[in-house]
């Protein structure tokens, strides 16, 4: 039986998994990511280790690596990555170098997007925006059955684009990013303001130390009731529904998926998401809306879409 390995690569965690053809998610692995503030080795290494376990010392067909990054049209370097210390690197290459198989790039949005068109949550719609919420946003257009990626490569960074002028800096070197109010650190940063102004059950569950604070930990208290935790997804999905509003006045989508860790928390997210999309949406009374669903694989939507994407290469 043929080994195919989806490894996405995000600001705090590198998840690897075997896929089998039809998406199932079997064996996986996780490790921390350094940051960006590291050298791309200590990040290499990690994806090694990830998919070493994973492999468990089977020989491997391919490994596809979803990257949360500005990745070029050819998908061999990453040129630019807000949360990971690739600034230009030729990381296809050198990778399949150091594993010894065949290994694919891109984008980890574009990546999630191929999962849910062909096994997911867009399966038989031929144009659709994706909308990843991790750390940071990530984004991707499919028109006509095809993830549309722009001259550069580039197409659908959709967190980099300003909502807030002079607003909060953000990673990337800009301010007022979108990202910077609907992504995960969005939902911790929120939660964390309010530790010690009223009672929540985060207390208990980060130990009283705000630094170790997580958005599991926010969505699993949540999910509770916890009045802190729904207060910051109300803030985040609020102004996710902005953004996406933002969005389909651009592109006029019959489909809005939303992936990426954050989407883990379903409706809690989603539902204040769709309230603003219809309360900002220029026309919301004289059009129809897109339905904003959560994606079928959800966090795991870059691996399967990694996967996907070697297999195909």
């Known amino acids: 039986m043929s080994l195919h390995i ?6 705090t965690k590198v998840l690897a998994a075997e896929v089998e053809a039809d998406g199932t998610v079997r064996r996986t692995a996780r490790r921390a990511t350094p940051g960006r503030r590291v050298d791309a080795a200590l990040v290499e290494q990690a994806l090694t280790e990830a998919v070493a376990e994973v492999a468990g010392g089977r020989p491997v067909d391919g490994v596809g690596l979803a990257a949360a990054g500005f990745v070029d049209a050819a998908r061999e370097r990453v040129v630019f990555a807000p949360h990971l210390p690739w600034q230009g690197d030729d990381v296809r290459r050198r990778l399949a170098e150091r594993w010894g198989t065949t290994v694919a790039l891109d984008n980890d949005a574009n990546c999630a997007a191929l999962a849910e068109s062909a096994l997911g949550a867009a399966v038989g ?12 946003i990530g984004g991707a257009v499919l028109l006509g059955g095809r993830v549309r990626r722009g001259r550069n490569g580039m197409a659908g960074e959709f967190g980099h684009t300003q909502v807030v002028p002079d607003g909060r800096p953000c990673e990337c070197g800009g301010a007022g990013c979108w990202e910077q109010y609907a992504s995960g650190n969005a939902l911790v940063r929120h939660a964390r303001s309010r530790l010690g102004q009223e009672p929540t059950v985060l207390e208990g569950l980060c130990g009283g130390d705000p630094d170790a604070l997580v958005g599991p930990m926010v969505t699993e208290a949540a999910a509770g009731g916890d009045a802190v ?3 910051a997804f109300a803030s985040v999905g609020d102004w996710l529904g902005v953004g996406i509003a933002n969005l389909v006045a651009s592109f006029d ?11 883990a928390a379903g409706d809690l997210l989603l539902e204040p998401a769709r309230r603003a999309l219809a309360r900002s949406l220029v026309g919301a009374p004289h059009r129809s809306l897109p339905p904003v669903v959560r994606a079928r694989f959800g966090p795991e939507a870059g691996v399967v879409g990694g996967a996907l994407l070697v297999r195909g290469r």
């Open 6 to 11: 989806g490894v996405d690569v995000g600001g």
């Open 125 to 136: 719609v031929e144009d659709f925006l994706l909308v990843t919420m991790g750390t940071g």
């Open 229 to 231: 935790a729904l207060a």
């Open 253 to 263: 989508p019959p489909l809005v998926v939303v992936g990426g860790g954050v989407s």
